[in-house]
Protein backbone atom coordinates (compact mmCIF):
# COMPACT_ATOMS: atom_id res chain seq x y z
CA UNK A 1 0.00 0.00 0.00
CA UNK A 2 1.07 3.50 -0.93
CA UNK A 3 -0.08 7.51 -0.07
CA UNK A 4 -1.41 9.29 -2.43
CA UNK A 5 -1.93 13.13 -1.09
CA UNK A 6 -2.53 11.48 2.11
CA UNK A 7 -4.96 8.77 1.36
CA UNK A 8 -3.97 5.20 0.94
CA UNK A 9 -3.41 3.17 -2.46
CA UNK A 10 -3.95 -0.25 -2.71
CA UNK A 11 -1.55 -1.50 -4.81
CA UNK A 12 -2.77 -4.85 -6.71
CA UNK A 13 0.00 -7.27 -7.07
CA UNK A 14 -2.81 -10.47 -8.49
CA UNK A 15 -2.77 -9.24 -11.98
CA UNK A 16 -0.13 -8.26 -14.19
CA UNK A 17 0.08 -4.56 -14.64
CA UNK A 18 1.46 -2.91 -18.10
CA UNK A 19 3.92 -0.60 -16.69
CA UNK A 20 5.53 -3.76 -15.00
CA UNK A 21 5.60 -6.41 -18.09
CA UNK A 22 7.14 -3.38 -20.05
CA UNK A 23 9.62 -3.30 -17.34
CA UNK A 24 10.15 -7.09 -17.45
CA UNK A 25 10.83 -7.08 -21.14
CA UNK A 26 13.54 -4.16 -20.92
CA UNK A 27 15.22 -6.37 -18.58
CA UNK A 28 14.07 -4.21 -15.38
CA UNK A 29 13.71 -5.57 -11.98
CA UNK A 30 10.73 -3.67 -10.36
CA UNK A 31 7.93 -6.40 -11.47
CA UNK A 32 6.24 -9.46 -10.17
CA UNK A 33 5.68 -13.18 -11.32
CA UNK A 34 2.27 -12.54 -12.67
CA UNK A 35 3.68 -9.85 -14.96
CA UNK A 36 7.12 -12.04 -15.61
CA UNK A 37 4.51 -15.14 -16.84
CA UNK A 38 2.53 -12.51 -18.49
CA UNK A 39 5.91 -10.83 -20.68
CA UNK A 40 6.88 -14.27 -21.23
CA UNK A 41 3.42 -15.13 -22.96
CA UNK A 42 3.51 -11.73 -25.21
CA UNK A 43 7.00 -12.62 -26.29
CA UNK A 44 6.21 -16.18 -27.05
CA UNK A 45 3.21 -14.88 -28.66
CA UNK A 46 4.83 -11.95 -30.68
CA UNK A 47 8.66 -13.01 -30.75
CA UNK A 48 9.86 -9.23 -31.85
CA UNK A 49 7.98 -8.29 -28.55
CA UNK A 50 11.59 -7.56 -26.55
CA UNK A 51 13.08 -5.94 -29.62
CA UNK A 52 9.88 -3.65 -29.96
CA UNK A 53 10.05 -2.28 -26.70
CA UNK A 54 13.80 -1.54 -26.88
CA UNK A 55 13.13 0.22 -29.77
CA UNK A 56 10.28 2.53 -28.33
CA UNK A 57 12.78 3.37 -25.15
CA UNK A 58 15.23 4.76 -27.86
CA UNK A 59 12.43 6.57 -29.83
CA UNK A 60 11.47 8.08 -26.74
CA UNK A 61 15.40 9.41 -25.76
CA UNK A 62 15.75 10.78 -29.43
CA UNK A 63 12.36 12.27 -28.88
CA UNK A 64 13.10 13.84 -25.80
CA UNK A 65 16.65 15.18 -27.64
CA UNK A 66 14.50 16.64 -30.35
CA UNK A 67 11.85 18.43 -28.23
CA UNK A 68 14.47 20.29 -25.64
CA UNK A 69 16.66 21.07 -29.38
CA UNK A 70 13.45 22.81 -30.06
CA UNK A 71 13.55 24.77 -27.40
CA UNK A 72 10.48 23.28 -25.16
CA UNK A 73 11.09 23.34 -21.29
CA UNK A 74 8.35 21.57 -20.11
CA UNK A 75 7.74 18.21 -20.39
CA UNK A 76 4.11 16.33 -19.26
CA UNK A 77 4.78 12.69 -20.03
CA UNK A 78 1.14 10.65 -19.12
CA UNK A 79 1.49 7.15 -18.55
CA UNK A 80 5.55 7.27 -17.11
CA UNK A 81 6.21 3.70 -16.49
CA UNK A 82 8.39 2.50 -14.09
CA UNK A 83 11.53 4.61 -14.06
CA UNK A 84 14.08 3.21 -16.18
CA UNK A 85 17.35 5.14 -16.23
CA UNK A 86 17.74 7.23 -18.28
CA UNK A 87 14.58 8.71 -17.64
CA UNK A 88 12.75 11.62 -19.81
CA UNK A 89 13.73 14.48 -16.69
CA UNK A 90 17.39 12.49 -17.08
CA UNK A 91 17.92 13.00 -21.01
CA UNK A 92 16.18 16.54 -21.25
CA UNK A 93 18.11 17.67 -18.17
CA UNK A 94 21.37 16.84 -19.70
CA UNK A 95 21.16 18.78 -22.44
CA UNK A 96 19.31 21.89 -20.54
CA UNK A 97 19.19 22.07 -16.84
CA UNK A 98 15.72 24.25 -17.01
CA UNK A 99 13.86 21.54 -18.04
CA UNK A 100 10.67 20.79 -16.25
CA UNK A 101 9.15 17.43 -16.24
CA UNK A 102 5.61 16.37 -14.84
CA UNK A 103 5.07 12.46 -14.70
CA UNK A 104 1.68 10.72 -14.43
CA UNK A 105 0.78 7.02 -14.24
CA UNK A 106 -2.03 5.39 -12.35
CA UNK A 107 0.17 2.68 -11.01
CA UNK A 108 0.98 3.13 -7.56
CA UNK A 109 3.93 1.24 -7.69
CA UNK A 110 5.25 3.46 -10.23
CA UNK A 111 4.86 6.71 -8.61
CA UNK A 112 6.17 5.01 -5.36
CA UNK A 113 9.30 4.32 -6.91
CA UNK A 114 9.47 7.71 -8.86
CA UNK A 115 8.82 9.43 -5.87
CA UNK A 116 12.07 8.33 -4.27
CA UNK A 117 13.70 8.61 -7.26
CA UNK A 118 12.64 12.38 -7.66
CA UNK A 119 12.37 13.65 -4.25
CA UNK A 120 15.10 16.12 -4.24
CA UNK A 121 14.37 17.13 -7.71
CA UNK A 122 11.70 20.22 -7.23
CA UNK A 123 11.66 20.61 -11.28
CA UNK A 124 10.22 17.16 -11.66
CA UNK A 125 7.10 15.53 -10.32
CA UNK A 126 4.97 12.39 -10.49
CA UNK A 127 0.99 12.24 -10.31
CA UNK A 128 -1.00 9.51 -9.59
CA UNK A 129 -3.81 10.15 -12.14
CA UNK A 130 -5.47 8.37 -14.87
CA UNK A 131 -5.42 9.22 -18.67
CA UNK A 132 -9.18 8.23 -19.22
CA UNK A 133 -9.92 11.53 -17.21
CA UNK A 134 -7.56 14.14 -19.11
CA UNK A 135 -9.14 16.73 -17.28
CA UNK A 136 -8.41 15.70 -13.75
CA UNK A 137 -4.49 15.80 -14.95
CA UNK A 138 -4.60 19.17 -16.50
CA UNK A 139 -6.25 20.16 -13.51
CA UNK A 140 -3.96 18.49 -11.07
CA UNK A 141 -2.03 21.03 -8.98
CA UNK A 142 1.12 19.04 -8.45
CA UNK A 143 1.09 19.03 -12.86
CA UNK A 144 0.10 22.91 -12.34
CA UNK A 145 2.85 23.22 -10.15
CA UNK A 146 5.44 22.13 -13.05
CA UNK A 147 3.75 22.79 -15.87
CA UNK A 148 2.51 26.72 -17.36
CA UNK A 149 0.20 25.99 -19.80
CA UNK A 150 0.18 29.38 -21.17
CA UNK A 151 3.93 28.57 -21.89
CA UNK A 152 4.50 25.69 -24.58
CA UNK A 153 4.59 21.78 -23.64
CA UNK A 154 5.63 18.57 -24.69
CA UNK A 155 2.94 16.23 -24.34
CA UNK A 156 4.45 12.55 -24.03
CA UNK A 157 1.76 9.57 -24.54
CA UNK A 158 4.42 6.69 -25.77
CA UNK A 159 3.08 3.34 -25.54
CA UNK A 160 -0.12 4.45 -23.53
CA UNK A 161 -3.18 4.72 -26.07
CA UNK A 162 -3.38 1.34 -26.71
CA UNK A 163 -4.35 0.44 -23.43
CA UNK A 164 -7.37 2.81 -23.81
CA UNK A 165 -10.39 1.29 -25.26
CA UNK A 166 -12.34 2.61 -27.85
CA UNK A 167 -15.26 2.78 -25.34
CA UNK A 168 -13.24 5.34 -23.50
CA UNK A 169 -13.11 7.32 -26.63
CA UNK A 170 -8.90 8.20 -26.86
CA UNK A 171 -9.26 10.53 -29.95
CA UNK A 172 -11.64 12.47 -27.17
CA UNK A 173 -8.64 12.11 -24.12
CA UNK A 174 -6.25 13.09 -27.10
CA UNK A 175 -8.20 16.45 -28.07
CA UNK A 176 -9.09 17.55 -24.65
CA UNK A 177 -5.18 17.55 -23.88
CA UNK A 178 -4.50 19.50 -26.97
CA UNK A 179 -6.89 22.27 -26.44
CA UNK A 180 -5.33 22.80 -22.92
CA UNK A 181 -1.58 23.28 -24.60
CA UNK A 182 -0.73 26.50 -26.33
CA UNK A 183 0.73 26.97 -30.34
CA UNK A 184 4.23 25.85 -30.06
CA UNK A 185 3.59 22.87 -27.88
CA UNK A 186 4.50 19.18 -29.17
CA UNK A 187 3.14 15.51 -29.18
CA UNK A 188 5.00 12.76 -29.04
CA UNK A 189 3.22 9.84 -29.44
CA UNK A 190 3.81 5.85 -30.03
CA UNK A 191 1.08 3.27 -30.65
CA UNK A 192 1.23 -0.94 -30.96
CA UNK A 193 -0.42 -2.17 -34.26
CA UNK A 194 -0.70 -5.26 -35.83
CA UNK A 195 -0.41 -3.69 -39.19
CA UNK A 196 2.94 -5.87 -39.34
CA UNK A 197 1.97 -9.54 -38.46
CA UNK A 198 -0.88 -11.56 -39.85
CA UNK A 199 -2.57 -12.10 -36.70
CA UNK A 200 -1.90 -10.70 -33.04
CA UNK A 201 -5.37 -12.04 -31.50
CA UNK A 202 -3.19 -13.72 -29.09
CA UNK A 203 -0.62 -11.43 -27.92
CA UNK A 204 -3.62 -8.92 -27.22
CA UNK A 205 -4.83 -12.31 -25.30
CA UNK A 206 -2.16 -11.65 -22.38
CA UNK A 207 -3.55 -8.77 -21.22
CA UNK A 208 -6.83 -10.11 -20.70
CA UNK A 209 -6.25 -10.74 -17.39
CA UNK A 210 -3.59 -7.52 -16.91
CA UNK A 211 -4.90 -4.08 -15.12
CA UNK A 212 -5.43 -2.80 -18.93
CA UNK A 213 -6.39 -4.32 -22.26
CA UNK A 214 -4.80 -4.04 -25.15
CA UNK A 215 -5.91 -2.16 -28.38
CA UNK A 216 -4.18 -2.81 -31.51
CA UNK A 217 -5.05 0.10 -33.86
CA UNK A 218 -4.25 0.93 -37.42
CA UNK A 219 -2.18 3.35 -39.28
CA UNK A 220 -5.17 5.44 -39.82
CA UNK A 221 -6.69 5.00 -36.66
CA UNK A 222 -3.36 6.36 -35.04
CA UNK A 223 -2.98 9.21 -37.39
CA UNK A 224 -5.85 10.46 -35.98
CA UNK A 225 -4.45 11.23 -33.03
CA UNK A 226 -2.36 14.30 -34.38
CA UNK A 227 -5.45 15.79 -35.43
CA UNK A 228 -4.67 19.67 -34.62
CA UNK A 229 -0.94 19.04 -35.18
CA UNK A 230 1.05 19.27 -37.64
CA UNK A 231 3.74 16.21 -38.12
CA UNK A 232 7.44 16.78 -38.44
CA UNK A 233 9.72 14.85 -40.83
CA UNK A 234 9.47 12.06 -41.24
CA UNK A 235 5.60 11.52 -40.07
CA UNK A 236 4.56 8.43 -38.76
CA UNK A 237 6.71 6.05 -39.06
CA UNK A 238 7.65 2.75 -36.95
CA UNK A 239 9.38 3.49 -34.18
CA UNK A 240 13.16 2.32 -35.43
CA UNK A 241 13.05 4.58 -38.67
CA UNK A 242 11.99 8.12 -36.73
CA UNK A 243 15.26 9.46 -36.84
CA UNK A 244 17.32 6.93 -35.90
CA UNK A 245 20.93 7.99 -34.48
CA UNK A 246 21.87 4.31 -36.57
CA UNK A 247 20.95 2.61 -39.35
CA UNK A 248 18.04 0.80 -37.89
CA UNK A 249 18.93 -3.48 -37.23
CA UNK A 250 17.72 -6.13 -39.98
CA UNK A 251 14.09 -6.96 -39.15
CA UNK A 252 13.18 -3.77 -37.81
CA UNK A 253 10.09 -3.67 -40.12
CA UNK A 254 8.26 -6.42 -38.95
CA UNK A 255 8.35 -3.95 -35.61
CA UNK A 256 4.35 -3.26 -34.82
CA UNK A 257 5.04 0.55 -33.22
CA UNK A 258 4.20 3.25 -34.83
CA UNK A 259 5.19 6.85 -33.97
CA UNK A 260 4.93 10.50 -34.27
CA UNK A 261 5.98 13.79 -33.17
CA UNK A 262 3.64 16.87 -34.09
CA UNK A 263 3.53 20.64 -33.30
CA UNK A 264 0.84 22.32 -32.50
CA UNK A 265 0.30 25.06 -35.01
CA UNK A 266 -1.18 28.90 -34.16
CA UNK A 267 -5.01 29.14 -34.82
Same mark, same amino acid.
Given at each position: ??????????????????????????????????????????????????????????????? @??? @??????????????????????????? /????????????????????????????????????????? !?????????????????????????????????? /??????????????????? @????????????????????????????????????????????? /????? !??????????????? /???????????????
Amino acid at each position: MTQDGGRAVRIDTSRPHPARIYDYLLGGKDNYEVDQVAGDRLAAAAPEARIAVRANRAFLHRA @VRY @VVDSGVRQILDIGTGLPTSPNVHEVAQ /ELAADVRVAYVDNDPIVKAHADALLSRAGTTSIVLADLRDP !QSIIDHPEVRRIIDFDRPVALFLVAILHFIRDTD /EPERIVATLRDALPAGSLL @VLSHATGDFADDRSDAEAVYNSATATMNLRSRDRVERFFDGFELV /EPGLT !QVPFWRPDATPAPGS /EEIGFYCGVARKSGE
